[in-house]
């Protein structure tokens, strides 16, 4: 059963490559969907794929890369749109 979670990362997390380790570790999982930065200093995540990936996936949006502070993460099951992949946006 494919899942989908809108993902709100908030903290020193723009400026420290979390959009491209995100894409990166997402590939490397199986995840699609996509990862931007927001106005307000946030990264903001929609991605999908299978319970053991989303939850790796957001294990590892808890720290982010090296340089990142991750203080808050949001998670939120949606309603799954069928990415084709996973790219930064």
Known sequence: MKLHYRVKVTGRVQGVGFRFETR??????????????????????????????????????????????VDEILAEPGDYKGFEYFEIR
């Open 24 to 69: 990166n570790i997402a590939r490397k999982l199986g995840i699609r969907g996509f990862v931007k930065n927001q106005y307000d200093g946030s990264v903001y995540i929609e991605a999908e794929g299978n319970e053991e990936q989303m939850q790796q996936f957001i294990s590892w949006c808890r720290n982010g890369p090296v340089h990142a502070r």
